[in-house]
C-alpha cells in the first residue's frame, strides 16, 4: 500500500503564501504522479495541481500563475507553493499519488488525510 503524509496548511490573510508538504511511503513499484485536489464542504473535489515523474504539469485555471507545484522524486514528495492567496481558496488540500504496488499491479489513485487551508479576506 502506499501512505501518504501532509503537512503545511493552516490559516493565512488573503495575498499571503503558504506551502504545502506530501510524502510518500509504503511498499509501491512506482509512482507515475503526485499532485493536489481539493474540496470545499458540499462540492466535488477539484484538480489543483499534479506532476507527472517525467516532469509533465497540468494546473486548474483558478491557480494558475499563483501556485506552484514541484516534485522530489528521489524522495517522493511533492510540494504546492500557494501564493497571492484568496478567500476562493479555503479548502481541504488532498495529496494524491497514482501508484503501482505490487499487490495492485494496476495503477490507482491514493489519497492523504487532507489539510485545512483557510485564507481570510
Known amino acids: 500500500q502506499v501512505q501518504l503524509m501532509e503537512s503545511g496548511g493552516g490559516l493565512m490573510e488573503a495575498g499571503g503564501s503558504l506551502r504545502l508538504s506530501c510524502g510518500a511511503s509504503g511498499r509501491f513499484v512506482s509512482i507515475s504522479a503526485m499532485g493536489w485536489y481539493r474540496q470545499v464542504l458540499g462540492k466535488q473535489r477539484e484538480l489543483v495541481a499534479a506532476e507527472t515523474t517525467s516532469g509533465n504539469t497540468n494546473y486548474s485555471d483558478s491557480v494558475k500563475g499563483r501556485f506552484i507545484i514541484s516534485r522530489d522524486n528521489a524522495e517522493n514528495m511533492v510540494y504546492l507553493q500557494m501564493n497571492s492567496l484568496k478567500s476562493e481558496d479555503t479548502a481541504v488540500y488532498y495529496c494524491?499519488?497514482?501508484?503501482?504496488?505490487?499487490?495492485?499491479?494496476?495503477?490507482?489513485?491514493?489519497w492523504g488525510q487532507g489539510t485545512q487551508v483557510t485564507v481570510s479576506s
Open positions: 494524491f499519488a497514482r501508484a503501482r504496488t505490487i499487490s495492485w499491479p494496476s495503477e490507482r489513485d491514493y
